[in-house]
């Protein structure tokens, strides 16, 4: 007898097995007879359709811990030499129903990612990743690899036998030409599942900007709480603050940084008591490398009257702008923040925000003025009325911050108008360990192109059919490893790679799944 219908009998006895697939409502006891719980519902589902390819039964019982405890116990009750019973290892109902066939690897891990999803975007993500063609889609490219290796065989093993319409120069041009295909394929799909990490483990976004231009006040407004100390005295923040927030949609880890100023100033007194110290330092330091390790760098200027210039206009330290071009040389997405709008005179405030956009554009030219925004954190804190909507222009900001994350992690094509954009979009689903086999097969296919240039041009100076073979033979070998890679992604490699793959995917499981 089956062991679920065995452990059914136990918990049910004298009661026939429910109809496969029906509902049925049934009191469970335990071997001494006692009612455990009144009114359960038991499904039963016989092999092979099931979630896992084995025979499934379902207790559905009332959620009281002290139920949950006592079925768990007569359950483990049932535990004999001919009907050994355990609890399930994290994974495991899905482990089975991968070794059973009901599911490919890339449904696994994305199954993975539903699991842990927090945010909206991480859910699609998830979501499409269940239901798309990516284990069909390198099982294709693994076909094509293999009917390619097929030809270059057939003209290796009998080329002395049989005549081919082909030469072997020919013959490995018309491959050649299928594998610089897949090779552009693939390079487009890994640096698309690099967009799909950002939506999978977080947007790093940084702020950075002069001591006191209302960075952390800032931070304060996005995060939607107290997150960083906010003071009027120069320098608060010495290191990276870093909070993991909900943006649009999009997880994003919204870092605040030490304010970065130098020793510039020609007043010895003034300069005397500016000093840049030792942990101040140290902090300026950590702020440029964060920002550089960041996805997306929020610049922040801010209005200020001084000395020398008593009234308020775009303060602009030397120190953040040299950072900021280094940023834009790094191919860094900037946005860049002007707080403090509200000491503008009102009158002329529209006219004065215009020429700050323009000494924006002026001093990082490569900077769109659809990236500069005009902001009050003072402002924004003010209660939302009929004429002001958007009190301290905080709610376009945010909103132009999502457009950014939109921009960085939408699929790219290696067309402007690709026919199949579905195959791109679900390319984001592809996660790390997808990436790293599917550069590893480009790198073996880049290798066979190599091989049949080599021998593409031994062919045109007449060099000996045995040393032509020769390369032609080398070349099939890397479109072997280039399929093997293909395999292994969908977990269908050899049994011992399986084994591997498998321990590092489910290791991340919970029990239950």
């Known amino acids: 007898m089956d062991q679920k219908v065995t452990i059914y009998a136990l918990l049910c006895p004298n009661k026939q097995l429910p109809k496969?697939?029906?509902?049925?409502?049934?009191?469970?006891?335990?071997?001494?007879?006692q009612v455990l719980d009144f009114e359960a519902v038991v499904l039963y589902f016989p092999a092979p359709k099931t979630v896992t390819g084995e025979d499934v039964l379902e207790l559905h019982i009332h959620g009281g811990p002290a139920i949950i405890k006592v079925v768990?116990?007569?359950?483990?009750?049932?535990?004999?030499?001919?009907?050994?019973?355990?609890?399930?290892?994290?994974?495991?109902?899905?482990?089975?129903?991968?070794?059973?066939?009901?599911?490919?690897?890339?449904?696994?891990?994305?199954?993975?990612?539903?699991?842990?999803?927090?945010?909206?975007?991480?859910?699609?993500?998830?979501?499409?990743?269940?239901?798309?063609?990516?284990?069909?889609?390198?099982?294709?490219?693994?076909?094509?690899?293999?009917?390619?290796?097929?030809?270059?065989?057939?003209?290796?093993?009998?080329?002395?036998?049989?005549?081919?319409?082909?030469?072997?120069?020919e013959l490995a041009m018309s491959v050649a030409?299928?594998?610089?295909?897949?090779?552009?394929?693939?390079?487009?799909?890994?640096?698309?599942?690099?967009?799909?990490?950002?939506?999978?483990?977080?947007?790093?976004?940084?702020?950075?900007?002069?001591?006191?231009?209302?960075?952390?006040?800032?931070?304060?407004?996005?995060?939607?709480?107290?997150?960083?100390i906010v003071s009027a005295e120069a320098g608060t923040t010495r290191d990276v603050v870093e909070v993991g927030i909900d943006l649009g949609g999009f997880f994003c880890r919204l870092g605040d940084t030490a304010g970065l100023r130098g020793n510039s100033n020609t007043d010895i007194t003034e300069a005397m008591n500016n000093v840049i110290g030792e942990v101040e330092k140290e902090g300026i330091k950590r702020a440029k490398q964060k920002a550089l390790e960041s996805n997306v760098v929020i610049l922040v200027f801010s209005i200020e009257a001084t000395a020398v210039s008593p009234q308020p206009e775009l303060q602009m330290e030397p120190e953040v702008v040299e950072t900021a071009k280094q940023l834009l040389n790094a191919g860094k997405k900037i946005i860049v923040a002007v707080n403090k709008v509200d000491k503008l005179i009102e009158s002329t405030r529209s006219r004065s925000i215009s020429d700050i956009v323009h000494m924006v554009k002026t001093t990082?030219?490569?900077?769109?003025?659809?990236?500069?925004?005009?902001?009050?954190?003072?402002?924004?804190?003010?209660?939302?009325?009929?004429?002001?909507?958007?009190?301290?222009?905080?709610?376009?900001?945010?909103?132009?911050?999502?457009?950014?994350?939109?921009?960085?992690?939408?699929?790219?094509?290696?067309?402007?108008n690709d026919e199949n954009p579905a195959m791109w979009q679900e390319s984001l689903g592809a996660t790390e360990r997808q990436r790293i086999l599917l550069l590893e097969c480009a790198g073996y296919l880049q290798a066979f192109l190599n091989q049949v240039d080599t021998s593409v041009k031994e062919s045109e100076l007449d060099i000996t059919t045995?040393?032509?073979?020769?390369?032609?033979?080398?070349?099939?070998?890397?479109?072997?490893?280039?399929?093997?890679?293909l395999a292994k992604l969908t977990g269908r490699g050899e049994a011992g790679d399986v084994e591997e793959v498998l321990g590092v995917v489910f290791e991340k499981f919970c029990v239950g799944k």
Request: with cysteine; proline share 3%; hydrophobic share 40%.
């Open 466 to 485: 045995e040393e032509a073979d020769f390369d032609i033979v080398v070349a099939a070998e890397s479109l072997r490893l280039a399929a093997e890679c």
């Open 364 to 416: 990082l030219s490569t900077i769109e003025a659809s990236a500069i925004f005009y902001i009050s954190c003072q402002d924004s804190t003010r209660t939302v009325t009929t004429s002001n909507q958007d009190p301290g222009n905080m709610q376009a900001f945010t909103t132009g911050i999502i457009d950014v994350f939109r921009q960085i992690t939408n699929p790219l094509s290696p067309q402007v």
């Open 177 to 228: 030409g299928q594998i610089r295909s897949l090779v552009t394929l693939i390079q487009y799909h890994c640096t698309n599942a690099v967009r799909g990490e950002l939506l999978r483990n977080g947007i790093s976004l940084s702020l950075i900007g002069s001591p006191n231009v209302g960075k952390s006040s800032l931070l304060n407004q996005i995060v939607g709480r107290n997150a960083a």
């Open 20 to 33: 496969p697939r029906y509902a049925a409502v049934r009191s469970l006891y335990d071997n001494q007879g």
């Open 72 to 169: 768990l116990k007569a359950i483990g009750e049932c535990n004999s030499t001919t009907l050994p019973v355990r609890y399930a290892e994290p994974g495991e109902f899905t482990r089975r129903a991968f070794l059973n066939d009901r599911i490919d690897l890339t449904k696994v891990e994305a199954l993975g990612d539903t699991l842990s999803a927090v945010t909206e975007e991480q859910r699609r993500l998830s979501v499409q990743g269940t239901v798309s063609g990516l284990a069909a889609r390198y099982e294709a490219w693994r076909q094509i690899l293999l009917a390619a290796r097929g030809e270059l065989e057939a003209l290796i093993d009998f080329s002395e036998d049989q005549h081919f319409d082909e030469s072997p120069a």
